[in-house]
């Protein structure tokens, strides 16, 4: 496996302890060794357990990283930060020596955030002893403005999912739709029939005539250039069978909205 070559290093604090973040290849890299090493556990035994985890084995990087004081540059093994949770609640906290367990269960439930955070924001240290959901749970105006501030962004977060779906749905209900239409006019005789076809054109002269005697322009062309654009067509005449009622519905609710009552 190629040896990755980092674009950035940082160091986290994180419960007095010193862990290590390095950047490459747009990815945050984790190395595992110093993590053991301020866990009381063996670094060989971990390895093997990584080796045998599908998922973390092939994960697993080796990434140059710098030693803190010293700039001397050594390999090390290395997990993806955003799978550094996967290896760290592998670790069983009972079956860990008494004196490291508490240091284990913080390390499981806080590492993550840490380090997560100090990449994101471009913090160089983080200080773990603050207790941020402390903080927010006060009732001070600037806890209130930041969960007003969060549950906006989840609110617009969620919005923007639902239109996306719905953006999707819509787009793929066209497009069958006009699949389904030139599927039948190539089997042909599908279209609208003649007598189909002058109630159409009948229906937009009667559009075209009440809009123009409100724009003293001829509209003939606009409500035939609606009519193409809302279902797809080239002609009038090209309109399948299956959509007569819905062209008439729409030509009389276009026309109902300029004069008050004049059913064709």
Not at 7 to 24: G, H
Not at 96 to 124: F, H, N, P, S
Not at 142 to 150: C, N, P, R, T
Not at 171 to 178: A, F, S, V, Y
Request: charged share 20%; with cysteine.
């Amino acid at each position: 496996m190629t040896t990755l070559q980092p674009t950035e290093q940082k160091t986290v604090l994180f419960r007095d302890d010193e862990i290590t973040a390095v950047i490459a290849n747009g990815r945050v890299y984790v190395p595992l060794r110093t993590i053991c090493n301020n866990l009381g556990v063996a670094w060989s035994a971990q390895r093997q357990r990584i080796l045998r985890d599908p998922v973390l084995a092939e994960e697993m990087t080796p990434v140059i990283v710098t030693i803190t004081g010293t700039g001397q540059q050594v390999e090390a093994q290395c997990l993806p930060l955003e799978f550094l949770n996967g290896w760290l609640f592998g670790i069983n906290a009972n079956r860990v020596a008494e004196d490291v367990r508490d240091d284990l269960i913080a390390y499981q439930k806080e590492c993550y955030r840490v380090l997560y955070e100090a990449t994101q924001d471009g913090r160089l240290t983080t200080d773990a002893n603050t207790d941020i959901e402390a903080l927010l749970s006060q009732d001070s105006p600037a806890a209130q403005a930041y969960q007003m501030a969060m549950a906006v962004v989840r609110m617009a977060r969620q919005q923007l999912i639902m239109e996306a779906r719905l953006d999707t749905a819509v787009t793929t209900l066209t497009e069958h739709g006009e699949r389904l239409d030139q599927l039948e006019a190539a089997v042909g005789g599908k279209h609208v029939t003649e007598a189909q076809a002058a109630q159409i054109s009948q229906a937009v002269k009667a559009v075209a005539m009440a809009l123009g005697k409100k724009t003293k322009r001829n509209e003939f062309g606009g409500v035939y250039g609606e009519l193409y654009r809302k279902f797809s067509v080239s002609s009038y005449k090209s309109i399948p069978q299956r959509r007569f009622n819905e062209v008439m519905a729409f030509l009389n609710e276009w026309l109902q909205s300029q004069i008050s009552d004049n059913p064709f």
